[in-house]
């Protein structure tokens, strides 16, 4: 039997108000990327999300970002070395100390697309992982598209799970399509799920401009802050059980 992750970003708010329906959510995927309060997130929304993970059996990942509230962690920062891992760090330790088993780190927004080019900032990144996988005593996987941050990941030891996107635009280039630009969100339930199902049986995904991308993932991402996304979660994981497909968390 084949078998995928399906992971979504929650723990999302915003001034104590949820972005997603994380209780719906939480009952449909097998992991959970966490917000640390880089780009939203605090103290309460973490603890309810790592107790609906202990509730629903979801596997928890933490998902830094640029520290970038009022941009939602979607603004480019070009942040020098030293301060990206200062905020990586605080970030992975408020999710660590409020009592999460973090079993992978998934960078969020504009940090994650920079550093499938930006070695540099791919390196910062790998370090933070290594430092907290030494910290609780155990490879932590770092979940990506891959390019810069998969090769900075094997440098420093550590596991690399490719993810794909079923609520987003491809570009024929296998990065995806820019939000706010044409093709950048898909918003049909029937749709996602048919994607995720060939994502899952024939490892590819269909670009924007119709080209077929080879995409070996085995970790298949909704975001919780897309419209529909429940209803997206929920066709997605029907399909993929329908087509023979197990849904559980390789971490």
């Known amino acids: ?111 994650y697309n920079r550093i499938v080019a930006d070695r540099e900032q791919a390196l910062v ?25 998969a090769a900075a990941a094997a440098d420093r030891g550590l596991p690399f799970v490719r993810e794909a996107f079923l609520d987003r635009g491809y570009l024929p280039d296998g990065t995806l399509v820019p939000r706010g630009q044409p093709g950048d969100l898909l918003h049909d339930p029937d749709v996602v799920a048919a994607r995720a199902v060939r994502l899952a049986r024939e490892r590819e995904v269909v670009a924007v401009n119709g080209a077929i991308l080879a995409a070996d993932a085995a970790s298949l991402c909704v975001h919780g802050d897309t419209p529909a996304a429940v209803a997206m979660a929920r066709a997605v994981r029907r399909a993929l059980t329908e087509a023979g497909v197990e849904v559980r968390a390789p971490w």
């Open 125 to 149: 990144v790998a370090d933070a992982v290594a430092a907290l996988a030494d910290a609780v005593g155990r490879a932590v996987p770092v979940l990506g598209l891959g390019g810069a941050i």
């Open 1 to 111: 039997m084949a078998v995928i992750d399906l992971n979504a970003d929650l723990g999302e708010t915003v001034d104590g108000l949820p972005t997603a329906d994380d209780e719906a959510m939480f009952a449909v995927i097998s992991s959970a990327s966490i917000a640390c309060g880089g780009h939203a997130g605090d103290a309460a929304s973490v603890a309810a999300a790592i107790g609906r993970a202990s509730r629903f059996g979801v596997s928890i990942g933490a998902h830094p970002s640029y520290p970038d509230p009022v941009g939602f962690g979607r603004t480019a920062m070009s942040l020098p070395a030293d301060a990206l891992r200062a905020t990586l760090d605080e970030q992975l330790d408020r999710l660590r100390t409020a009592g999460a088993d973090i079993r992978y780190v998934k960078p969020h927004g504009a940090l």
